[in-house]
């Protein structure tokens, strides 16, 4: 699978444009602002329905205009689909599959697999507990509908307990643990699936991420990923046993929104302990095993997004990079940068298409 085209209307800083791709590598090139980090986001918004970068789909929109569509077509082995992705002001967002509107964008979600590497991913992976949630969520979304369902549901009814938390702790209702309960119930319910898929995913995710680490680092170093769940046995009894701390925090302090993936190098902290160097090759080793397992489990190689990576890699970690991609990723790959030339030895056994904007 592969996007063949892609057109752009009224998307950030591309009033009116349009790019052809082939299905090995596309070298973006441009000075910074003309618009190269915006083609990879485009594309990612027909495969996810969202912005990688962007918080709001509003924020797409070219300024002084009230709409925003990508277009794109993809091809698979049984044939050509065309995707658009389109959002108004007032209309809010709509996806097209081959000019029929897509009733429900989660059930959507799965048919377009990608990954995507931006620069400030070494940053937020490192030191954000929940920046890494939402990496990993978008790998297991992409792969399980179930999780997705259940990630979905358990967020709208945190949502609506923590409110509800808000009221009691405010005074606007009288506590009674009738309220609560029936969030409880539902908690317990997701987020024992939600729980599930990640422990399982991460048993069988750590292998592929030491052994992607080895060939990107070269050194004798022991990367390390540990996911400690915060769901519990019976949850739904627990989260009833801690109304009162709950209320008196104005929100719920305990469930699978507060799970912890921690990142470590020989045992200790990335965070705290590990070099500049080290931790971007975790971060890169993190993206690239996550690609080589929705290779693995979906049997198609995703789509591959790298934007701007030569700003956060030096050359020996680039050379690095670029032989593991020449020999281990099978799939399309999208790469932005200022300066074409670096990427020489990426070409090897390759075809390229440069496209300069």
């Avoid at 790959?333 to 390229?352: E, S, Y």
């Amino acid at each position: 699978m592969y996007i063949q085209s892609l057109a752009l209307t009224f998307f950030r800083n591309h009033i009116q444009k349009q790019f052809e791709f082939i299905a090995d590598i596309n070298l973006i090139t441009g000075l910074n602002g003309t618009g190269k980090t915006s083609i990879l986001d485009a594309i990612h918004c027909l495969g996810l329905t969202k912005s990688y970068l962007q918080h709001l789909d509003r924020e797409n929109i070219t300024y002084g205009y009230d709409y925003t569509a990508v277009e794109g077509k993809f091809v698979f082995q049984t044939g050509i689909d065309t995707i658009r992705y389109a959002y108004h002001s007032k209309s809010g967002k709509k996806i097209w599959l081959n000019q029929v509107p897509v009733p429900n964008l989660s059930s959507y979600i799965g048919k377009i697999n990608l990954l995507f590497f931006a620069p400030y991913d070494v940053y937020s992976l490192v030191e954000s507990h929940e920046a890494r949630k939402r990496s990993f969520d978008l790998v297991l979304s992409q792969l399980y509908p179930e999780y997705l369902h259940a990630l979905m549901q358990y967020q709208k009814v945190l949502k609506q307990r923590n409110a509800l938390l808000k009221q009691i702790q405010e005074s606007k209702y009288t506590y009674t643990a009738d309220l609560l309960v029936a969030y409880d119930t539902l908690l317990d319910q997701y987020g024992g699936v939600i729980s599930t898929y990640r422990s399982n995913f991460f048993a069988s995710f750590e292998p592929i991420f030491q052994d992607t680490y080895s060939k990107l680092c070269h050194q004798n170093e022991l990367p390390c990923i540990e996911y400690i769940s915060q769901h519990k046995p019976n949850f739904s009894k627990y989260l009833l046993a801690h109304h009162t701390r709950d209320i008196a925090a104005g929100r719920t302090l305990s469930g699978v929104h507060k799970d912890e993936i921690i990142f470590k190098i020989n045992h200790l902290l990335a965070k705290n302990f590990a070099s500049q160097g080290q931790q971007k090759t975790f971060v890169l080793a993190v993206k690239l095993a996550q690609y080589l397992y929705i290779a693995e489990k979906n049997l198609c190689s995703p789509i591959l997004l790298l934007d701007d990576i030569s700003d956060k890699l030096d050359p020996t970690r680039l050379t690095h990079l670029f032989s593991f991609l020449n020999a281990y990723i099978k799939g399309q790959i999208f790469i932005t940068d200022t300066h074409g030339h670096r990427f020489n030895l990426l070409t090897m056994g390759k075809n390229v298409n440069i496209i300069e904007l």
